[in-house]
C-alpha cells in the first residue's frame, strides 16, 4: 500500500507567479484536502475534494484552486503568488467511509515566493 | 467560529516525567478532537481520537466540555516522545473532513 505523495518537495517561485502542486492519492482513498502551513503555525484548511467535486473550502481566496482526477489524483493551483504563500502545502487523503478525522498526509511541497 | 489553542510552543521534559500537552478549543456545537503527531522526518499522522477513548503509545486525551479542553497526558515519558504534536478539531455538523488545527507544541524529552 502506498503513500500519500507529493510533488515537487521544493520550489521557488517569484510573485505574481502562477504554481501547480500535484498529489497521489493513497491507495483507494477517494477523498483529498489541502492545507497550507505557515512557518511555525499549524495546518490551515483550503479545500477539499470528493469524486472530482470541490466540497468544502477553508477562508481562501478564489485564486487558489484545485482538481481531482479519476484516478483520484489531485492538483493544487495557485494564481498570482504573493509573498505570504510561501507555506508548506499538505495533501491528505481517506477514504469516504473511513473513521472521521483521520487524515493521512502527504511530506508536503514547500513554496517559496520571493 | 472554530479555534484551537495550543499555549505552549515548546514543553522539556526529562524522561520518565509524567506528560501534559494543553489544548482548548472554541466551538459553538459539538466537536469532535483529535490530536495528530509529527516524529522527526516523518509526515504528519493521527495519534488519537476522543470518540475512540484509547490509549495510544501510553497517551490518553479526555474531553472536557465544561473547560472546553483536550489535554493529552502521558505518565511516564519516553524520549521516542519528542516530537511535534497539534490538537485539531472538526466540527460534527461539517458534511466535510475540515480540521482546524492549532500551533502545536514541541515535546522534548531528554535522557
Known amino acids: 500500500e502506498t503513500g500519500v505523495t507529493q510533488s515537487p518537495t521544493h520550489l521557488i517561485k517569484t510573485r505574481g507567479q502562477q504554481v501547480t502542486l500535484r498529489c497521489s492519492s493513497q491507495s483507494g482513498h477517494n477523498t483529498v484536502s489541502w492545507y497550507q502551513q505557515a512557518l511555525g503555525q499549524g495546518p490551515q484548511f483550503i479545500f477539499q475534494y470528493y469524486r472530482e467535486e470541490e466540497n468544502g473550502r477553508g477562508n481562501f481566496p478564489p485564486r487558489f484552486s484545485g482538481l481531482q482526477f479519476p484516478n483520484y489524483s489531485s492538483e493544487l493551483n495557485v494564481n498570482a503568488l504573493e509573498l505570504d504563500d510561501s507555506a508548506l502545502y499538505l495533501c491528505a487523503s481517506r477514504t469516504g467511509q473511513g473513521p472521521t478525522g483521520e487524515l493521512f498526509f502527504g511530506e508536503g511541497s514547500r513554496l517559496t515566493v520571493l | 467560529a472554530q479555534r484551537v489553542t495550543q499555549p505552549e510552543k515548546l514543553l522539556s521534559v526529562f524522561k520518565g516525567a509524567p506528560v501534559e500537552l494543553k489544548c482548548n478549543y472554541s466551538?459553538?456545537?459539538?466537536?469532535?478532537l483529535f490530536w495528530y503527531v509529527q516524529y522527526s522526518r516523518q509526515r504528519l499522522q493521527l495519534l488519537l481520537r476522543?470518540?475512540s477513548r484509547e490509549s495510544i503509545k501510553g497517551f490518553t486525551a479526555d474531553l472536557n466540555k465544561g473547560e472546553t479542553s483536550f489535554h493529552l497526558k502521558k505518565p511516564f515519558a519516553q524520549e521516542e516522545d519528542s516530537a511535534m504534536y497539534y490538537c485539531?478539531?472538526?466540527?460534527?455538523?461539517?458534511?466535510?473532513?475540515?480540521?482546524?488545527f492549532g500551533t502545536g507544541t514541541r515535546l522534548l524529552v531528554s535522557p
Open positions: 466551538y459553538s456545537g459539538s466537536p469532535e
Open positions: 485539531a478539531l472538526k466540527g460534527l455538523n461539517t458534511g466535510f473532513q475540515k480540521l482546524v
Open positions: 476522543h470518540i
